[in-house]
């Protein structure tokens, strides 16, 4: 008898249904199953399908996975592909989420049409497009001066509105222009020492319900330690922070021979106040790593630094 296909849910973004396909093809090498033993199922989110406001107005974090953990749990779909940078710390009762693929590159990178090179070439009041928050605030922090507007939609839509001139630059993920092969989309990585890029950037995460033996065993298959060590400590200091996306946190750890090191940065969303820190530790640790860094964080930055943040 052969059994039903799996059901790998994903949004229906461009990305998001390359990740889709890069979690299928991992799957396939890994358990040697055929591609019709698994079958992509595309579910619409509230993120996707707002696309004039802000995501800081509609809700933060959970925009983009609310309905694809419902289909989850409701068993319409067998495994769920995530951008990790867009999940909550915690996961519903009854699903988990513990497998990791290797990840991409998870910088920022400048993206402009003019000749200006980087952030610090950029004229005087100059507009730049970005949605994000944590973008906002670390480039208000660096140049007070600059002009930042709304910036959504895809790639392609976001460099449609840099030719149309309504910004000269804007901020992209490296992972998400390497995952779709835009090769040829004017982007300059930034070093995290100038910008530290989001919790987990360019890591793909996939969830199952924690009761789904067959799935769990094929997951601990594909999953990538390294980054499971990595996003430990990114996402254990950004739970000790409390942070959703309503919050300019930035963090990065990597793995420097047998040690941690963790990287974070929390800011006041206009740029006036930025803190920052670095920690080192070992392998295992990131989860104590990431949580006495937000604590010590917590500490210096007194109460008024948050109170913006609610
Ligand atoms: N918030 C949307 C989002 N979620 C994940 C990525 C990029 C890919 C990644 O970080 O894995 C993006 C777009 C962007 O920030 O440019």
């Given at each position: 008898m052969t059994q039903a296909p799996l059901r790998i849910g994903t949004r229906g973004s461009p990305l998001a249904l390359a990740q889709a396909h890069e979690t299928r093809a991992r799957l396939m090498a890994a358990t040697g199953l055929p591609e019709d033993a698994f079958e992509i199922v595309v579910i619409r989110v509230t993120g996707d399908a707002?696309?004039?406001?802000?995501l800081s107005q509609i809700g933060g974090k959970g925009l983009f996975t609310k309905e694809i953990e419902e289909a989850l749990l409701a068993g319409d779909v067998d495994l769920a592909v995530h951008s990790m940078k867009d999940m909550p710390v915690a996961q519903p009762e009854g699903l988990s989420l513990d497998c990791y693929l290797p990840r991409e590159d998870p910088r920022d990178a400048f993206v402009t049409l003019?000749?200006?090179?980087?952030l610090a070439d950029l004229p005087e009041g100059a507009v730049v497009g970005t949605s994000s928050l944590r973008r906002r605030a670390q480039l208000l922090a660096r140049r007070p001066d600059l002009r930042v507007v709304e910036f959504r939609g895809n790639v392609q839509t976001r460099l449609s509105k840099l030719a149309q001139g309504v910004a000269e630059a804007t901020f992209l993920a490296m992972a998400g222009m390497n995952r779709l092969g835009y090769a040829d989309v004017p982007a300059r990585p930034i070093p995290p020492d100038a910008m530290l890029p989001a919790i987990a950037q360019g890591a793909i995460g996939v969830e199952r319900r924690t009761d789904d033996a067959r799935v769990a065993e094929m997951l601990a298959l594909i999953h990538d330690r390294d980054t499971g060590l990595r996003l430990a400590a990114e996402r254990a200091f950004l739970a000790g922070l409390d942070g959703s996306c309503q919050t300019p946190i930035a963090g990065l750890a990597e793995i420097e021979g047998d040690r941690l090191r963790l990287r974070g940065e929390i800011l006041q969303p206009d740029g006036s106040r930025v803190m920052a820190d670095d920690c080192t530790g070992p392998l295992e640790e990131g989860a104590d790593i990431g949580g006495v860094m937000a604590c010590r964080m917590r500490r210096e930055a007194g109460p008024d630094f948050f109170a913006a943040w609610s």
């Amino acid at each position: 008898m052969t059994q039903a296909p799996l059901r790998i849910g994903t949004r229906g973004s461009p990305l998001a249904l390359a990740q889709a396909h890069e979690t299928r093809a991992r799957l396939m090498a890994a358990t040697g199953l055929p591609e019709d033993a698994f079958e992509i199922v595309v579910i619409r989110v509230t993120g996707d399908a707002v696309q004039d406001r802000p995501l800081s107005q509609i809700g933060g974090k959970g925009l983009f996975t609310k309905e694809i953990e419902e289909a989850l749990l409701a068993g319409d779909v067998d495994l769920a592909v995530h951008s990790m940078k867009d999940m909550p710390v915690a996961q519903p009762e009854g699903l988990s989420l513990d497998c990791y693929l290797p990840r991409e590159d998870p910088r920022d990178a400048f993206v402009t049409l003019t000749e200006h090179a980087g952030l610090a070439d950029l004229p005087e009041g100059a507009v730049v497009g970005t949605s994000s928050l944590r973008r906002r605030a670390q480039l208000l922090a660096r140049r007070p001066d600059l002009r930042v507007v709304e910036f959504r939609g895809n790639v392609q839509t976001r460099l449609s509105k840099l030719a149309q001139g309504v910004a000269e630059a804007t901020f992209l993920a490296m992972a998400g222009m390497n995952r779709l092969g835009y090769a040829d989309v004017p982007a300059r990585p930034i070093p995290p020492d100038a910008m530290l890029p989001a919790i987990a950037q360019g890591a793909i995460g996939v969830e199952r319900r924690t009761d789904d033996a067959r799935v769990a065993e094929m997951l601990a298959l594909i999953h990538d330690r390294d980054t499971g060590l990595r996003l430990a400590a990114e996402r254990a200091f950004l739970a000790g922070l409390d942070g959703s996306c309503q919050t300019p946190i930035a963090g990065l750890a990597e793995i420097e021979g047998d040690r941690l090191r963790l990287r974070g940065e929390i800011l006041q969303p206009d740029g006036s106040r930025v803190m920052a820190d670095d920690c080192t530790g070992p392998l295992e640790e990131g989860a104590d790593i990431g949580g006495v860094m937000a604590c010590r964080m917590r500490r210096e930055a007194g109460p008024d630094f948050f109170a913006a943040w609610s």
